[in-house]
Nanobody, 114 residues
């Protein structure tokens, strides 16, 4: 079984930074791509993804501002969020898909407000 635990959310002013973490509890973390999503009222689009090889990709809205990395020794991904905007506010989830099953964390909230 797999468990994902996100942390690092909080309140920050526009232009500020936060780092979200997603710790993976399970086996063979290094073999899995990991993805971050943001929850909207009716959708949950991808924010950033990192492959098992460590290659990140980003949604257009966050390119140049967010950086996703992974530490296989700690079974953790890190989403560095810089130059945050009010529209980045929301609930962020970590995800891993194993075979045909999606596993999600509980989410971590960020609020960007002056």
């Amino acid at each position: 079984q797999v468990q994902l635990v996100e942390s690092g959310g909080g309140v920050v002013r526009p232009g500020g930074s936060l780092t979200l973490s997603c710790e993976f509890f399970g086996t063979r973390f290094s073999e899995h791509g990991m993805t971050w999503y943001r929850q909207y009222s009716t959708s949950r689009p991808m924010v950033a993804r990192i492959s098992a090889a460590g290659n990140p990709s980003y949604a257009d809205a966050v390119k140049g501002r967010f950086t996703l990395s992974r530490d296989n020794a700690k079974s953790t991904t890190y989403l560095q969020m810089d130059n945050l905007k009010p529209e980045d506010s929301g609930l962020y989830f970590c995800n891993v898909r194993l075979t045909d099953t999606d596993f999600w964390g509980q989410g971590t909230q960020i609020i960007v407000s002056s």
